[in-house]
């Protein structure tokens, strides 16, 4: 009778799971299996490639905190001299393209110093700065835009009257002492709902009639010295986002899917073969 019982709750357990895994697979966001799945195939992915030498991401470590430590403080209290000095080392190594994933908004009035070395630092330096572009909003800020219009890109949308444009934003650029002598690049993220993980990539974000760009995808394009022109055409149910010879897919909204099977390899590949030099992305997790 045990032996029974221990089968039949055995049974019902195993079709509860079958269940619910039905429904998790039936999930119409996508946040089911697909991503479980994709996830972890990526990770594995990930392990078996070794990274392209020419790509660098100078971050801040445990190391380079310490060393820093007597003079600076902690990474939350650096001066923005410690980033003019990485620009000037990482130009004198030889560096194409350097991206700062920092939104330096405001002057440290405690530091003017700082800031001047800093600023000496980005002017006529091929690097990228940090912007960003807020949730989306009714109300586009058109003089901010208009300030900023030389350091935004123009896309050529498809000609058809049955789509929205995508999506407005408003621009928080970084401040005018830093952002003028630089490129800017959004930082924004794009979200998977009910999930923590990133699965959208933007490529650009309408900012009044024009578009600012990725903190990527301008630093790809500085690095490719392309202009800040870009194209979008409809191929069946994607829409291409052609960036000098390349062809990107993206949604409507011009966000890359970080999906498999999306051709995103094959366009990787492209601009590894147009690419020669070294390209640095500088992080850091603490606020500019």
């Known amino acids: 009778m045990t032996r029974f019982l221990s089968r039949r709750g055995a049974a019902l357990g195993a079709l509860c799971a079958a269940i619910l895994g039905l429904l998790w697979l039936a999930s119409p966001s996508l946040l089911g299996a697909e991503w479980w799945l994709f996830d972890r195939y990526s990770v594995q992915l990930a392990k078996s490639r070794r990274p392209d030498p020419r790509i660098v991401l100078v971050t801040v470590s445990d190391a380079a905190t310490r060393v820093l430590a007597g003079d600076y403080g902690r990474p939350q209290e650096y001066s923005r001299e410690v980033y003019g000095r990485v620009?000037?080392?990482?130009?004198?190594?030889?560096?194409?393209?350097?991206?700062?994933?920092?939104?330096?908004?405001?002057?440290?009035?405690?530091?003017?110093?700082?800031?001047?070395?800093?600023?000496?630092?980005?002017?006529?330096?091929?690097?990228?700065?940090?912007?960003?572009?807020?949730?989306?909003?009714?109300?586009?800020?058109?003089?901010?835009?208009?300030?900023?219009?030389?350091?935004?890109?123009?896309?050529?949308?498809?000609?058809?009257?049955?789509?929205?444009?995508?999506?407005?934003?408003?621009?928080?650029?970084?401040?005018?002492?830093?952002?003028?002598?630089?490129?800017?690049?959004?930082?924004?993220?794009?979200?998977?709902?009910?999930?923590?993980?990133?699965?959208?990539y933007p490529l650009v974000d309408r900012v009044g009639d024009r578009y600012a760009a990725s903190l990527g995808l301008e630093t790809a394009r500085l690095f490719l010295r392309r202009p800040r022109s870009a194209s979008a055409s409809l191929a069946g149910d994607q829409t291409l986002f052609r960036f000098g010879s390349m062809d990107v897919p993206a949604d409507q909204e011009l966000e890359l899917l970080l999906r498999d099977g999306y051709g995103i390899e094959h366009t990787t590949l492209q601009m590894e073969e147009e690419a020669s030099q070294e390209l640095l992305h500088v992080e850091n997790a603490s606020p500019g």
């Open 87 to 200: 620009i000037r080392e990482l130009l004198h190594d030889g560096a194409s393209v350097i991206a700062l994933d920092i939104l330096f908004a405001e002057l440290n009035d405690s530091d003017p110093d700082g800031d001047r070395l800093l600023n000496a630092a980005l002017d006529r330096s091929p690097v990228v700065v940090g912007a960003q572009t807020n949730l989306p909003s009714a109300r586009i800020d058109a003089e901010l835009a208009s300030a900023w219009r030389m350091k935004l890109w123009h896309v050529r949308l498809p000609p058809t009257t049955n789509r929205q444009p995508p999506t407005g934003y408003t621009l928080l650029p970084p401040h005018p002492l830093f952002g003028l002598f630089a490129h800017l690049g959004t930082m924004r993220l794009g979200t998977s709902a009910g999930s923590a993980k990133v699965h959208r």
